[in-house]
């Protein structure tokens, strides 16, 4: 009842509005204004939740929240949010207080033979969403952590009818989490002729609706690509896509980070650079800082911005949600963030890529039998 309350209220904001975030503090400042201006009730779905000085700043809005009388649940993934389960946290005040907290597939002392589980390591809660009174979505790349501070992130703020989707995606993942599946079935609802849409993946044969998405519009790429991920690990498919985009003709363009907060995952992007290059994919690293963003901007008709990374683990493995947009000013701007950043990223060139030490090489090379996973 309070799902299809909530998902009305949403309905009736009609006007679809949004502002995008280019950089983690940016957004965290958002965030933590519309808590603090919250009436009703705040949902929270994070991968990354981190009990540093960061996570402690969204832990004192939302008791302070709760003391107004707003409803507040919390679902937290247990790997990426680890330490909120393992470390010297104490959520007792946040339960004392009314706030309901719920953990994707946790691994706690008493069970720790989880940890030999495919589905503790690969099946995660990979999405980033914030509700704020049921009418108010953020999502994007954004975790709570401080040392993500000066990363340079794409996120989003959007009011209107979709967020209605972002209310009941975010309902049914907590509802499933509460009764401790791990694997729950999926359901993407599109809101009828909007140019806007929120979609969720799910590990399940025919629920990948992001990773089906990415490939059909792809497919009718006509003069561009534009994509930005920290880790790139495409799938067969998807890499046969951009390669026969290129052959048709289509600027196909990625923005990857200099530097890399995963080094493993790293080496497995790389080990894809020459391959892409040689089909005239355009490779970008950006300099300044860690890039987590992951947007995709595609003929000036279509754009992306949400959680899920352009590799296996997020296409086919975690549980993620994206917002997708046909609407021409929100493809504009996505865009626009898009070239800022590539001005800031020294293109790969192919040759010179040829020339990186042997022993670089022989490192990307070994990654290659765990591609799958990663």
């Known amino acids: 009842m309070r799902c299809a309350t909530i998902a009305k209220k949403a309905f009736m904001v009609t006007k679809t509005e949004w502002q995008l975030y280019s950089s983690s503090q940016e957004a965290w400042g958002a965030m933590l204004s519309a808590i603090n201006k919250a009436e009703h009730t705040i949902d929270i779905e994070q991968y990354i939740f981190t009990t540093d000085e960061t996570g402690q700043r969204f832990i004192a809005a939302l008791l302070a929240a709760r003391q107004r ?100 995606a975010f309902e049914r993942m907590w509802q499933q989490v509460s009764r401790g599946r791990r694997i729950i079935g999926g359901f993407s609802r599109f809101v009828p002729d909007s140019a806007f849409q929120f979609v969720m993946n799910f590990p399940k044969p025919h629920q990948r609706y992001i990773y089906y998405a990415f490939l059909a519009a792809i497919k009718s790429a006509q003069k561009y690509i534009y994509l930005t991920t920290p880790y790139f690990i495409p799938t067969r498919r998807f890499s046969r896509a951009l390669k026969k985009a290129v052959a048709r003709g289509v600027d196909v363009r990625l923005i ?98 040829k020339k990186r030490p042997f022993h670089q090489k022989f490192l990307e090379a070994l990654t290659w039998p765990f591609h799958r996973l990663l």
């Open 69 to 168: 009388g707003v409803k507040v649940r919390i679902l937290c993934d247990s790997v990426g949010s680890e330490g909120m389960v393992f470390d010297d946290f104490d959520e007792q005040p946040l339960l004392d207080a009314g706030i309901e907290i719920v953990f994707f597939s946790p691994a706690r002392f008493w069970n720790l033979w989880k940890i030999f589980r495919f589905s503790l390591w690969l099946l995660r809660d990979h999405s980033k969403i914030l509700i704020i009174d049921g009418h108010t979505g953020f999502t994007g790349g954004v975790g709570i952590r401080a040392d993500m501070v000066s990363w340079r992130d794409s996120h989003v703020c959007i009011t209107g009818p979709v967020v209605s989707a972002m209310v009941e």
């Open 256 to 353: 990857v980070p200099r530097y890399n907060d995963h080094q493993i995952v790293d080496l497995a992007s790389r080990s894809y650079y020459t391959v892409a290059l040689r089909a005239g994919i355009r490779i970008f690293r950006y300099a300044p800082s860690m890039i987590h963003g992951k947007i995709a901007v595609i003929d000036d008709c279509w754009a992306s911005v949400g959680s899920a990374n352009l590799d296996n683990l997020s296409f086919l493995l975690n549980y993620e949600g994206n917002l997708f947009s046909t609407d021409a000013t929100f493809v504009g701007e996505t865009c626009a963030q898009f070239e800022e950043l590539l001005g800031e990223s020294p293109e790969v060139l192919l040759g010179e890529w």
